[in-house]
C-alpha cells in the first residue's frame, strides 16, 4: 500500500513564492528577518539544503511567529538524512530536528485561516508521521497519535486514514490498517484512490476475492475508464497464469471474467493497446480449458487477430512517439 507517503512529493517549491508574498502580514518589519527568509527560499529552490536551514533558522530568530518557515526549516533536515547512515547521530539528528520543526509549524499555524497556510499546516502533519515512519525514526508510538491528530483535523479528509492505515501494516496490525482503509472509503466513497489502495493491501495479503472486489468497486466508480476495467482482467489473467491449484472449471471461470473486463475496456477505448493484448491472451487461456475442438479453433483465430491487431496498434504508438521526438528535435 504505497501511501506516503508517495502523496507528500508536493510541489512545496511553488508555496515559498506564494508565502515569501505575504510576510508582511507577519509583521517582519526587521530587514535581516525578511533577506534571511529570502535568502533561505533560494537556497531551497538550490536543494542548498543546509545553507537553508541556517537561514530558516536566522529568520525564525527574527520572528518566532512565521509558522510556515518553520516547516521549510524541517524539510531542509530531513533532506539532508541519508538512510544508509542510521548509526551517524549526526544524520540521525537531521530527523529530530525535522520532526521538532514539523511540530512547530503546525502548532504555529494552529488558527491560520489563508488557504496557503492551512496547507502547509496539513503537510507539516502529514512529514510529520514520515519522519516517525518505519523507514526513517521508526517510533510508532509517536506517529500513531499525529495521524489521528490529523484525521481530527478534516474528518472528511480521505487521506489521512490511509497514511495511518500505512502505520498499522508496518506494525503488522493487518486488522487495524484494514479498518482505516475502509474508513476512508467511507468518507469519500467516490474517490478511485480509496479502492485503489484497498486493492493493493488485499493483495499483498494474498486474499484474490477481495482484492478483485475492490478493483470492481473501483471500476464502477469511474466506468468510464478504460484502465479500471483492464486493471481487473490483468488480474483474473494472472490468477489463472500462477494458481496452478485452479481446478479447470475455475479456471475457466476466471478467465471468462477477465475476457469481459477487457470487453468493457475495449468498448471505451477500441485502440487500447494493452486490452487488446491481454484479451489475445486471455482467449488463448480460454482455449486450454476448454474441450469443443471447434471452439477451440475459433478461440485461436478470434487471438490471432488480436495479436496482429496489437502488434499494428503498438507500431503505430512507436511511430508516433518517434514522429513527437522528431519535431522536438530529440
Same mark, same amino acid.
Given at each position: 500500500?504505497?501511501?506516503?507517503?508517495?502523496?507528500?512529493?508536493?510541489?512545496?517549491?511553488?508555496?515559498?513564492?506564494?508565502?515569501?508574498?505575504?510576510?508582511? +502580514?507577519?509583521?517582519?518589519?526587521?530587514?535581516?528577518?525578511? +533577506?534571511?527568509?529570502?535568502?533561505?527560499?533560494?537556497?531551497?529552490?538550490?536543494?542548498?539544503?543546509?545553507?537553508?536551514?541556517?537561514?530558516?533558522?536566522?529568520?525564525?530568530?527574527?520572528?518566532?511567529?512565521? /509558522?510556515?518557515?518553520?516547516?521549510?526549516?524541517?524539510?531542509?533536515?530531513?533532506? =539532508?538524512?541519508?538512510?544508509?547512515?542510521?548509526?551517524?547521530?549526526?544524520?540521525?539528528?537531521?530527523?529530530?530536528?525535522?520532526?521538532?520543526?514539523?511540530?512547530?509549524?503546525?502548532? +504555529?499555524?494552529?488558527?491560520?485561516?489563508?488557504? +496557503?497556510?492551512?496547507?502547509?499546516?496539513?503537510? #507539516?502533519?502529514?512529514? &510529520?508521521?514520515?519522519? %516517525?515512519?518505519?523507514?526513517?525514526?521508526?517510533?510508532?508510538?509517536?506517529?500513531?497519535?499525529?495521524?489521528?491528530?490529523?484525521?481530527?483535523?478534516?474528518?472528511?479528509? #480521505?487521506?489521512? %486514514?490511509?497514511?495511518?492505515?500505512?502505520?498499522?501494516?508496518?506494525?503488522?496490525?493487518?486488522?487495524?490498517?484494514?479498518?482505516?482503509?475502509?474508513?476512508?472509503?467511507? !468518507?469519500?466513497?467516490?474517490?478511485?484512490?480509496?479502492?485503489?489502495? &484497498?486493492?493493493?493491501?488485499?493483495?499483498?495479503?494474498?486474499?484474490?476475492?477481495?482484492?478483485?472486489?475492490?478493483?470492481?468497486?473501483?471500476?464502477?466508480?469511474?466506468?468510464?475508464?478504460?484502465?479500471?476495467?483492464?486493471?481487473? @482482467?490483468?488480474?483474473?489473467? $494472472?490468477?489463472?497464469?500462477?494458481?496452478?491449484?485452479?481446478?479447470?472449471?475455475?479456471?475457466?471461470?476466471?478467465?471468462?471474467?477477465?475476457?469481459?473486463?477487457?470487453?468493457? $475496456?475495449?468498448?471505451?477505448?477500441?485502440?487500447?493497446?494493452?486490452? !487488446?493484448?491481454?484479451?489475445?491472451? &486471455?482467449?488463448?487461456? =480460454?482455449?486450454?480449458?476448454?474441450?469443443?475442438?471447434?471452439?477451440?479453433?475459433?478461440?485461436?483465430?478470434?487471438?490471432?487477430?488480436?495479436?496482429?491487431?496489437?502488434?499494428?496498434?503498438?507500431?503505430? =504508438?512507436?511511430?508516433?512517439? #518517434?514522429? @513527437?521526438?522528431?519535431?522536438? /528535435?530529440?
Amino acid at each position: 500500500m504505497q501511501v506516503r507517503f508517495s502523496r507528500l512529493a508536493v510541489p512545496i517549491l511553488a508555496l515559498i513564492v506564494t508565502l515569501a508574498a505575504g510576510c508582511g +502580514k507577519y509583521s517582519i518589519s526587521n530587514i535581516r528577518s525578511a +533577506k534571511a527568509f529570502q535568502d533561505a527560499n533560494a537556497m531551497y529552490q538550490r536543494s542548498d539544503w543546509a545553507g537553508a536551514a541556517e537561514r530558516y533558522e536566522d529568520s525564525i530568530r527574527f520572528n518566532p511567529e512565521l /509558522g510556515f518557515a518553520y516547516f521549510f526549516l524541517g524539510h531542509s533536515h530531513e533532506q =539532508q538524512f541519508k538512510p544508509t547512515k542510521k548509526d551517524d547521530p549526526a544524520n540521525m539528528d537531521h530527523l529530530r530536528k525535522a520532526a521538532e520543526n514539523y511540530r512547530l509549524a503546525v502548532d +504555529k499555524l494552529k488558527d491560520a485561516k489563508d488557504p +496557503k497556510e492551512q496547507q502547509v499546516r496539513r503537510y #507539516a502533519f502529514e512529514y &510529520l508521521i514520515a519522519v %516517525y515512519g518505519s523507514d526513517k525514526l521508526n517510533d510508532f508510538t509517536k506517529a500513531e497519535p499525529i495521524a489521528r491528530e490529523l484525521i481530527a483535523f478534516d474528518p472528511t479528509d #480521505a487521506g489521512p %486514514y490511509r497514511i495511518l492505515a500505512k502505520l498499522y501494516e508496518d506494525q503488522g496490525r493487518n486488522d487495524d490498517a484494514e479498518r482505516e482503509l475502509l474508513k476512508a472509503i467511507d !468518507v469519500k466513497p467516490t474517490d478511485p484512490l480509496g479502492y485503489q489502495t &484497498l486493492a493493493g493491501f488485499y493483495q499483498k495479503l494474498g486474499d484474490f476475492d477481495k482484492t478483485i472486489n475492490a478493483w470492481t468497486k473501483r471500476a464502477e466508480v469511474e466506468p468510464k475508464n478504460p484502465e479500471a476495467w483492464h486493471t481487473i @482482467g490483468a488480474y483474473y489473467q $494472472a490468477k489463472v497464469f500462477s494458481d496452478k491449484r485452479l481446478s479447470n472449471k475455475v479456471a475457466l471461470d476466471l478467465t471468462l471474467k477477465g475476457i469481459e473486463a477487457e470487453d468493457k $475496456a475495449l468498448a471505451l477505448s477500441p485502440d487500447y493497446y494493452e486490452a !487488446v493484448t491481454y484479451k489475445n491472451i &486471455l482467449l488463448r487461456q =480460454q482455449a486450454l480449458y476448454e474441450k469443443d475442438q471447434a471452439k477451440v479453433r475459433a478461440l485461436i483465430a478470434e487471438a490471432d487477430v488480436l495479436l496482429k491487431r496489437g502488434t499494428e496498434l503498438r507500431d503505430k =504508438q512507436a511511430g508516433e512517439v #518517434a514522429k @513527437g521526438k522528431g519535431k522536438d /528535435g530529440k
